[in-house]
Every structure is written in structure tokens, then in C-alpha cells.
């Protein structure tokens, strides 16, 4: 029988759970929110949703597009959340010279710790 796939609770405990031990390492994950009233005329778009950007460091998840929980406990991403890819970067992050070392590409190929390691 099929494993089914993770959901996105699963999927972000894994990766902060990796990135715990790479503080040399970022994980950027890109994708789409359903917008909460798609008719009310807000940023989103027509298909009723908006992009998200959300960095993984350290063992935590971050927004930098939209508000979370103040609980850490609580994911980052609402199920609903759609990541369309991933991008493992140097950390710390220099916005003026930003070294991607992975990707863009799936989440799921940043499960394994291997795709963490040094090039």
C-alpha cells in the first residue's frame, strides 16, 4: 500500500528539523496561499491565491511574506499552503549577493540530509 505524502505540518517539522544542525545553511520555500475572501478584490489573484515566501534556519520557520502564529509550536503554512519549490541557500543571507547552492527544485528532494551537505 502507498505511503501517503506528508502534509505540510510533517513536511516543515522535517526540514526545520535538518536545518537544526546547517546553521550554515537557509531553505527558501516559494508557493502559493489561498487568499481567505478571493472576492473581496485583495492582492491575490484571480485563481484565489497569492504567493508566499517562507525561510527555514536554525530549526524555525519564518514568513517574509505573510503574518504567523506567535506559537512556534504552530506551522508556519496552513495545510491549504501549496510550495511549488525550494532553494537551499548560504547562510547568513546577504540580500546584495545571495549564494543559492541548491535548485530551485521539489521540497521533497530537501528531505534527505545528503542534499544539505557541501557541494
Given at each position: 500500500?502507498?505511503s501517503?505524502?506528508?502534509?505540510?505540518?510533517?513536511?516543515?517539522?522535517?526540514?526545520?528539523?535538518?536545518?537544526?544542525s546547517?546553521?550554515d545553511?537557509?531553505?527558501?520555500?516559494?508557493?502559493?496561499?489561498?487568499?481567505?475572501?478571493?472576492?473581496?478584490?485583495?492582492?491575490?489573484?484571480?485563481?484565489?491565491?497569492?504567493?508566499?515566501?517562507?525561510?527555514?534556519?536554525?530549526?524555525?520557520?519564518?514568513?517574509?511574506?505573510?503574518p504567523?502564529?506567535?506559537?512556534?509550536?504552530?506551522?508556519?503554512?496552513?495545510?491549504?499552503?501549496?510550495?511549488e519549490?525550494?532553494?537551499?541557500?548560504?547562510?547568513?543571507?546577504?540580500?546584495?549577493?545571495?549564494?543559492?547552492?541548491?535548485?530551485?527544485?521539489p521540497?521533497?528532494?530537501?528531505?534527505?540530509?545528503?542534499?544539505?551537505?557541501?557541494a
Amino acid at each position: 500500500m502507498p505511503s501517503q505524502p506528508p502534509t505540510v505540518a510533517e513536511l516543515l517539522a522535517a526540514l526545520e528539523e535538518l536545518s537544526r544542525s546547517r546553521a550554515d545553511r537557509v531553505l527558501r520555500l516559494r508557493g502559493r496561499l489561498p487568499v481567505p475572501d478571493a472576492t473581496s478584490g485583495g492582492p491575490g489573484g484571480a485563481d484565489g491565491f497569492e504567493p508566499f515566501e517562507l525561510l527555514i534556519f536554525r530549526g524555525f520557520s519564518s514568513s517574509v511574506s505573510h503574518p504567523t502564529a506567535f506559537d512556534p509550536d504552530q506551522p508556519a503554512l496552513p495545510e491549504s499552503a501549496v510550495i511549488e519549490t525550494a532553494e537551499l541557500l548560504q547562510a547568513p543571507l546577504n540580500p546584495a549577493a545571495e549564494q543559492r547552492l541548491a535548485g530551485p527544485g521539489p521540497v521533497q528532494e530537501f528531505l534527505s540530509p545528503e542534499r544539505w551537505q557541501p557541494a
